[in-house]
């Protein structure tokens, strides 16, 4: 039998049917297997790395596990690159069913999905993908906040996900401390536009991923905040020839969701499965985007590209010269009866239990 996602589930009863006279053998197994269907949908283009993965890795995985008991299979439908949505769309496309799940760009959705944040409200602690995926999806698990966020957008959280080892500044002209950054305009998207305040003239301009080459080429910023791996993907050392390694941090930026009507209509042996190759998921995502980085910069700097390190003393004035917008942003969740403020210290805790110091502890100021 096959359960569909079109609509809202409908079950295609099916049966057996014995031809006359037929004889089943007592050795012969029974045909148990339901199919679901579900569609899978990013407004990102399949060349994004997160995407690519959860066709190569996250799908050949839910496939493997459910075959081991052959009860149920998935007929996959894969829609990305604004084929349904764009990639600000998703959280609203998963929300009317136009996809059963999906991978949400959260720095899209400040307002609804505030405590999805909570890394990058907090740079200049940890430049490793899968310390900071780790944390924040125990954060999601011992807080109830994330998943009553997504709940409230007609959603399961699943996963988070972190796709960059860590927002570097990639810009057109040499940018080697932040006296250089003063009167930038600067691509960005979500929290990480904050970075730029207490910089003097500096400006933020929001924009996606697949819209920073052209905005750069086009004059319209002078410099991007991205990671490696992204500026590979997306050609940006033919129009931002500079990076500058300020090792800015990593943060979740992409969550693993499924439309709540289609999750509560899933077996219960499909809903395990997909809990658990999610989190394989975001593991291996983490570990790709880490095994990449060194890989990524080797490949910018083939392209054309200058790497400048930031020095320690331009990163701490840097991050000193910041507002403490986690600070800001754990009050707000406060004010709304949310534990911001508890939320923020665990996880500044577990990353330092990782190993990870803060160049400003961005909790101690609460």
């Known amino acids: 039998m096959t359960r569909m996602t079109t609509g809202r589930r409908s079950l295609i009863a099916g049966a057996l049917a014995l031809a006359s006279g037929f004889t089943i053998s007592a050795n012969t197994p029974a045909i148990a297997q339901e199919t679901i269907n579900l569609i899978a949908i990013d407004g990102y283009p399949e060349r994004s790395m997160w995407v690519r993965e959860f066709s190569a890795f996250f799908i050949p995985r839910v496939d493997e596990e459910l075959a081991k008991t052959g009860n149920y299979s998935i007929n996959w439908q894969e829609s990305y690159g604004g084929a349904i949505v764009k990639p600000r769309g998703v959280l609203e ?184 190759v999610a989190v394989e998921y975001r593991d291996h995502v983490a570990g790709v985007a880490m095994d990449s980085a060194a890989e990524a910069i080797e490949t910018y700097k083939a392209g054309g590209g200058t790497v400048v390190e930031m020095s320690d003393a331009e990163r701490q004035a840097w991050a000193n010269a910041m507002p403490n917008i986690a600070a800001e942003w754990a009050a707000e969740l406060d004010g709304k009866g949310a534990p911001g403020s508890d939320m923020l210290k665990a996880y500044i805790g577990k990353l330092e239990a990782a190993g990870f110091t803060p160049v400003r502890n961005w909790a101690a100021e609460l």
């Open 93 to 276: 496309g998963i929300k009317l069913g136009l996809g059963d799940i999906g991978i949400v760009t959260t720095i899209f959705h400040n307002s609804s999905l505030p405590s999805q944040g909570i890394s990058a409200v907090t740079p200049f602690i940890a430049a490793d993908a899968r310390a900071v995926a780790t944390a924040v999806d125990e954060i999601a698990k011992e807080f109830p906040q994330m998943a009553a966020e997504l709940g409230a957008e007609n959603q399961v959280y699943l996963a988070t996900g972190v796709v960059l080892d860590t927002y570097q500044m990639f810009s057109k002209e040499p940018v080697n401390s932040l006296k250089d950054l003063e009167g930038k305009k600067v691509a960005g998207a979500g929290y990480n536009l904050r970075y730029l305040e207490g910089i003097e003239g500096a400006a933020g301009v929001r924009g996606g991923l697949p819209d920073f080459y052209n905005m750069l080429q086009t004059g319209v910023v002078d410099a991007a905040m991205l990671w490696p791996e992204a500026a590979g993907t997306f050609k940006i050392a033919e129009v931002a020839p500079y990076m500058l390694k300020a090792d800015l941090g990593a943060v979740n930026s992409k969550t693993l969701t499924v439309n709540k009507d289609v999750w509560a209509d899933l077996p219960d042996e499909v809903k395990e499965v997909l809990q658990t």
